[in-house]
């Protein structure tokens, strides 16, 4: 029974694969050689390779919480521009700044926004611009155009980071809501004519009108004595 099985295997193989039985259990073995050789040398190493990861992932320190700053200067927020790994990156838009820590590839230093870190970069972000001179926090003289590209600059900062503060004004600098309040107490009022006003206004009166009235006073008199 075992023999015509295998004659009946081998007859199998041969119609089938064109080989001879030991040419086709060659190729198996061969096959089943060259699958561990490979799974022994690539195996290790991709496992290797899943390993590096998560130790890498267990060097990163996760990102503290932002702090809150309040008001502080433009030479204080300079001092979180990244160059110290133990502050916060922070970033200004409109004098109102975020920390924009988790995105420090591209703020941090050697970024492609690394510049802008540490400053107000309103005027900048609305040009698209990476000069020295428009890393500041001034809008006039802007388009609509720059306008609209740097609201939705600051849409995205508000979406995506969190403020933790503002951009304190230089002292002395004028407020506008005190400029153009009106004030009520200077307006145009009737007023009555001091003394002084009444003596000159009496020592400008013409000297025709002074004699007439002398000789008015005096033929009253000379009524009344009559």
């Known amino acids: 029974m075992a023999v015509e099985f295998l004659e009946t295997l081998e007859q199998s193989i041969t119609a089938y694969t064109g080989l001879s039985p030991n040419t086709f259990f060659t190729v198996i073995a061969a096959g089943i050689a060259v699958y561990y050789i490979f799974s022994v040398l690539f195996g290790g ?6 390993h590096r990861p998560r130790s890498f992932e267990e060097d990163v320190q996760p990102l503290p919480p932002p702090v809150q700053l309040g008001e502080i200067s433009e030479e204080e927020l300079k001092a979180y521009d990244g160059t110290d790994p133990q502050k916060p990156l922070l970033m200004a838009i409109k004098s109102q700044i975020y920390d924009v820590s988790q995105s420090r590839m591209f703020y941090g230093p050697g970024g492609p926004y690394a510049l802008f870190a540490g400053k107000d970069a309103s005027r900048a972000l609305a040009k698209m611009s990476f000069e020295e001179k428009d890393l500041n926090g001034d809008l006039t003289g802007l388009g609509a155009f720059e306008l609209d590209a740097l609201q939705d600059w600051e849409y995205k900062f508000m979406s995506k980071y969190v403020k933790v503060g503002t951009i304190k004004k230089p002292e002395g600098a004028p407020e506008a ?50």
């Open 45 to 50: 190493s991709s496992d290797h390779h899943q």
């Open 177 to 226: 809501s005190t400029a153009a309040e009106p004030t009520e107490s200077t307006a145009a009022e009737p007023t009555e004519p001091t003394a002084a006003a009444a003596h000159a206004a009496e020592s400008t009166e013409p000297t025709e009108a002074k004699e007439e009235k002398e000789e008015a006073s005096t033929v009253v008199e000379a009524g009344k004595d009559d």
